[in-house]
């Protein structure tokens, strides 16, 4: 008998855990995916667990985790879609269409603005979502993170410790673009890191640096069994204090590369890269993006719009029969499919893993007056990944 899409139950979440920890491979590592993501396999988060049965066995499955962005001081709520896997038995039947297509259609009920999906499938293209968003793609070695130690900031530069959380807290409230986090939601992000079974092997960092007993940064690591290779996957702070921290990275996890990608629009931590002959590799999209509504975002993105070029340059979004038409300072432009009007806004990486898409963009071909507040700084996941 097959039923759902539907959300999960209390009592179906041990059937789930296994089931993702299992598609996913982290049981190979002894890791159950509900202390990776303790925040979405959770009770409290038992409706936004989307799944399909057969014969009441769990055969599909779609984890939803909503919450809210702010970006350059505009609240905007989100809605992140991951794990999606079917059991090999039961695929090719179209089960995780359908539970994209009802996840998508929750958050459209639930008010959300933007749907991040981590993933890259025309599965995800089909419903509307596209890569989009720029992270520049820089990959250091032990020699040229030799550069940095010239930086002649004075720093203590500390591993974290439960009782530093507020130091977390307060640097990352100062980042432009983030995602709201209580000190209770913080902590479960921190934490989890370290109870998620790979603290042992000496995987996990994250490295506090103070000035004058002040915090001034910190950044966060990763580094899976058997890899020479880090990824930053969280930082805030100070960008000099960031550059000279990555050396100590180096030395406290015994890597021989690292993997730092920086989001469009941080531009000071782009110059100093630079400054030091550092070049990204590439660029890559943090997510598949939604725009679930484009007129009610172009609205809420228009205080931004109005502090980058004045207050009536009239921005806007209109939604017509077969395309959105953007407005500002007397120029049109029409765009008639919806992905293309997200990559348009986010930007479109120089890597897109789905050519498949059909969507190409040219912004040399928009009017110029769209390119001077376009693409919008990148949305990066940071410790918020599902």
Not at 30 to 55: A, M, Q, W, Y
Not at 274 to 301: C, Q, W
Request: hydrophobic share 40%; aromatic share 12%; net charge neutral.
């Amino acid at each position: 008998m097959f039923e759902g899409p539907r959300a999960a139950i209390v009592g179906e979440l041990p059937e789930i855990v296994k089931l993702v920890s299992w598609m996913f491979g982290f049981d190979r590592y002894g890791i159950s995916i509900n202390k990776v993501f303790p925040h979405v396999f959770c009770e409290e988060n038992v409706e936004n667990l989307r799944v399909i049965t057969c014969d009441s066995r769990i055969v599909s499955h779609l984890s939803i985790w909503e919450g809210w962005l702010y970006f350059y001081g505009i609240r905007f709520k989100v809605g992140l879609i991951g794990c999606v896997c079917t059991h090999p038995d039961y695929r090719m039947r179209g089960y995780a269409s359908m539970l994209v297509s009802d996840a998508l259609a929750k958050l459209r009920r639930d008010g959300a603005d933007i749907v991040m999906v981590s993933g890259a499938r025309t599965l995800y293209s089909r419903a509307g979502c596209v890569e989009s968003g720029i992270l520049y793609d820089y990959r250091i070695t032990a020699d040229t993170i030799k550069l940095i130690t010239d930086c002649r900031d004075i720093l203590e530069v500390e591993a974290y410790t439960k009782d530093k959380i507020l130091d977390l807290i307060e640097l990352y409230q100062r980042e432009p673009i983030r995602f709201r986090r209580s000190y209770e939601e913080f902590k479960i992000l921190v934490d989890r890191m370290f109870t998620a079974g790979v603290e042992a092997e000496g995987y996990v960092s994250i490295l506090l640096a103070y000035r004058m007993g002040k915090p001034v940064s910190y950044v966060a690591l990763l580094r899976w069994p058997g890899s020479d290779l880090a990824t930053v996957i969280e930082y805030a702070g100070s960008r000099t204090a960031i550059l000279r921290m990555l050396y100590d990275a180096f030395r406290i996890l015994n890597v021989e590369r690292m993997r730092l990608q920086v989001p469009y629009g941080d531009w000071d931590l782009v110059t100093l890269l630079e400054g030091y002959g550092l070049k990204p590799k590439s660029s890559y999209a943090p997510a598949s993006f939604a725009i679930i509504d484009p007129v009610r975002f172009v609205e809420k993105i228009e205080p931004y719009i109005e502090d980058r070029i004045g207050v009536n340059v009239g921005f806007k979004a209109v939604s017509c029969d077969d395309c959105i038409e953007l407005y500002i300072s007397g120029e049109t432009m029409r765009i008639e499919d919806p992905r293309k009007l997200t990559a348009i806004l986010f930007g479109r990486p120089s890597v897109v893993h789905n050519l498949r898409d059909g969507i190409h963009v040219d912004m040399e071909a928009i009017p110029k007056v769209f390119r001077r507040i376009l693409p919008l700084p990148s949305i990066s996941y940071g410790l918020n990944y599902i």
